[in-house]
């Protein structure tokens, strides 16, 4: 997966709130939707969003890389 397509699925988990709605929105498994953003998280070497089984709370460096 490139850069943007995951960029664009980081997106849509901050509308959504969830990997599992996204993968189901767009028809994908839900371990895809992790590797991009853990592929995300990789690359640039910061942790974009804390997660637990409350969901996922974006970190300051996930914040500023959705602005």
Do not use: K
Not at 8 to 23: E, T, Y
Not at 55 to 60: A, K
């Amino acid at each position: 997966m490139d850069r943007i397509d995951a960029l664009r699925l980081l997106l849509d988990v901050a509308a959504a709130g969830s990997f599992s709605s996204v993968a189901r929105q767009r028809s994908i498994a839900t371990s895809t939707v992790a590797l991009a953003v853990d592929q995300l998280e990789h690359e640039f070497g910061v942790t974009l969003m804390a997660r637990s089984t409350r969901g996922l709370v974006f970190t300051h460096a996930g914040e500023t890389l959705l602005e």
